[in-house]
């Protein structure tokens, strides 16, 4: 999934200041703060690897979110239908990582805004937590009329 990056850059020019400038008194600067010693990541070799079976429960559970994501897409074209397959990355901790589409069966130029919808609803989902790190799980989707 690509993410956008925007870096605003502001210039200020002497020559647009209408009052003199003044000599500046400089202040010494602070001392630096002690850097925060870095958190250690939860030991989760207690819990396993995550079951794909529970991976597809939590989809199912949530079922209705994306049939609404489809349901937006058919007012605008009746005719779609077909398959999605999203790889959805979950860190350890359950959280979604990435969500992106792996393949589709349908004309994409019509499902775009059910895909955008689609990623955007998967990418909120919760999971179990893990003692993996990281895992990849496809999701095939099927949506029909």
């Known amino acids: 999934m690509r993410r956008l990056s925007l870096v605003v850059a502001l210039a200020t020019s002497l020559a647009a200041c209408s009052a003199p400038r003044t000599a500046a008194t400089h202040r010494p600067a602070p001392a630096a703060l002690p850097a925060a010693p870095p958190v250690p990541e939860p030991n989760r070799d207690h819990l396993g690897p995550r079951d794909p079976i529970g991976v597809g429960s939590v989809a199912r559970a949530r079922d209705a979110e994306l049939q609404f994501c489809y349901l937006e897409g058919v007012k605008q074209h ?24 792996e393949s589709r069966s349908w004309d994409r130029g019509k499902a775009k805004h059910v895909e955008a919808c689609v990623l955007n609803r998967i990418s909120r989902w919760r999971f179990d937590e893990s003692a993996e790190k990281t895992a990849v799980y496809p999701l095939i989707l099927l949506f029909s009329r």
């Open 78 to 101: 009746p005719d779609l239908a077909g398959r999605l397959t999203i790889h959805v990355r979950v860190a350890g901790n359950g959280t979604v990582t990435e969500a992106a589409v």
